[in-house]
């Protein structure tokens, strides 16, 4: 167990839930994105639930490395890594040079393979949020399909924030899990 603020925490995700705001603000200012942040967050909530029952000396600096790590990954995910490359490497480029000089199309469409996966995964969190408690469900899809802000769904619903946030984070971490098992199951 450990000491936080005076309590006593027995997981690392009370100790995310207790910083919350503070890595919000943290993950904020280094990224510049309120939603990468939220993003982030969140699953550095989800990994601390999954994280070892033993708790590190100091916690809080514990989970702040967690998320700064995230952000890291989220960085090279989405800017330079050999998946990135390798989606790059499927293009197909062709120059217009007669219309344009100097200026290359680009075709993006994903291969085959790509679209089947993609369907597959949306299969399996579909099947997932629709297994979810109803309100939790509604918070999710108002969330992620219309893409409001916690603290406008927290407004159109009459809860709090708080409440909010805990099924977003339920939500993501039950389709993580979805995802996880038929990763683990091919």
Not at 2 to 22: F, N, W
Not at 84 to 94: D, M
Request: proline share 4%; with cysteine; glycine share 4%.
């Amino acid at each position: 167990m450990s000491e936080i603020a005076g309590q006593v925490s027995t997981s690392l995700e009370l100790v995310v839930e207790k910083y919350y705001d503070d890595l919000l603000l943290f993950i904020g200012k280094r990224c510049g994105s309120d939603v990468v942040a939220e993003e982030i967050v969140q699953e550095t909530w989800v990994r601390a639930k999954s994280a070892a029952e033993t708790i590190p000396e100091n916690p809080r600096a514990y989970v702040f490395r967690i998320a700064r790590n995230l952000l890291a990954d989220h960085y090279r995910r989405s800017h330079n890594s050999p998946e990135t490359y390798g989606r790059l490497s499927h293009l197909s480029v062709r120059s217009s040079q007669k219309d344009a000089p100097g200026i290359v199309e680009i075709d993006q469409a994903p291969s085959q393979e790509d679209v089947a996966v993609a369907q597959q995964e949306l299969r399996i969190i579909s099947q997932a949020v629709e297994t979810l408690p109803p309100k939790c469900r509604q918070v999710f899809l108002m969330y992620r399909g219309e893409e409001l802000s916690m603290r406008e769904i927290s407004e159109k619903l009459d809860v709090s924030v708080k409440t909010v946030e805990n099924h977003i984070r339920k939500a993501m971490l039950e389709c993580r899990r979805s995802l996880q098992k038929a990763h683990a199951d091919n």
